[in-house]
Structure formats: C-alpha cells, structure tokens
C-alpha cells in the first residue's frame, strides 16, 4: 500500500501544480487564490486515494472472512488456473478460474483472486467458491471484482482451499 500512496502524492502533486498554473492564468478572486485552489486540489486527491485504499481494506477483509468460514480446507493453489482479465458491461474486472479436483471424491474450492495493476499494487480481491466439482475432473467460475478497476489489471491466485 506504501506504493499506492507515494502514487497519490505524486497525482496530488501534479494537480496542484496543473491547478495552481491553471489559478494563475485566469486570475484570482477572492476565494480562489493559487494557495487555497491548490489546497482543495489536494485534498480531493488525498480523499480519493483515502477512498481507494479503504475500498481494498474491507474487500481484503471480507475475503478473510469468507477463507475462515472454509472447515478442514487443504491448500489447493496448485490446482488453480485464471485465465486473463476482462472488463465486463458493468466496467468491472472479471477473470475465469479453473479448478482441477485430483481428489478421489467431489470437493468445492475456495479461490481468493487478486486483481493487480501493472506494477504489482493491489488494487481489489475477491473470493469465488466452486462447489461440487467431481472426482478428477475441473470446473469453472467467474471472479468479478467489487468495483470498477482502470488501467492495465491483472490476476492472481492469492489463497486456495480445497474441501
């Protein structure tokens, strides 16, 4: 999250200056003085970044939750597959996970996905459960994210349960 963070600053920075620029040429008033529009600018921006890493506390949080509720699970990562990322009509991130079940009997997944951005951040995480798949056989499911993603997004298996 540091990263995300420093990439806030960043963005705040460049819009204060893009703003502080912008108050300059079209002239001040008394209320819109270089200082005070740069000010509200960086407080927008530090409220959209407070916002966004708020939003992936509670989706990592409520995906623990749902991995705790799993009894006597095994660690099945290895028999995980995701496919590639895809925006569906909504504009949210979706992904297809593929399980394969070498149990000799039918078992249900557990598979925490984690949507990243192109330099590795996390920017949301969800939990998709495959139920019932049969002795030596695979199934799929969609993992769809809990809001509108943007940028370049991609997939990872973060914990996998088989029970």
């Known amino acids: 999250m540091a990263r995300n963070r420093r990439g806030a600053v960043r963005v705040a ?20 003085t270089p200082s005070s529009v740069a000010g509200r600018a960086a407080s927008a921006v530090a409220s959209v970044g407070a916002q966004a890493t708020g939003a992936i506390a509670s989706a990592t949080a409520e995906a623990g939750r749902k991995l705790d509720n799993v009894k006597n699970g095994a660690d099945a990562k290895d028999a995980v597959r995701l496919g590639t990322p895809t925006t569906d009509s909504a504009g949210r991130s979706t992904v297809e996970v593929t399980v394969g079940n070498t149990d000799g009997s039918a078992r249900s997944f557990a598979v925490q996905v984690e949507f990243k951005d192109d330099g590795g951040n996390l920017l949301d995480t969800v939990v998709v459960t495959v139920s019932d798949v049969p002795s030596h056989k695979s199934a799929t499911a969609t993992a769809r994210s809990n809001r509108k ?15």
């Open 13 to 32: 920075a460049a819009v204060t200056l893009g703003l502080t620029g912008l108050a300059g040429l079209t002239g001040c008033s008394d209320d819109s």
């Open 149 to 163: 993603l943007s940028g370049g997004v991609k997939a990872d298996v973060g914990t996998a349960l088989r029970y």
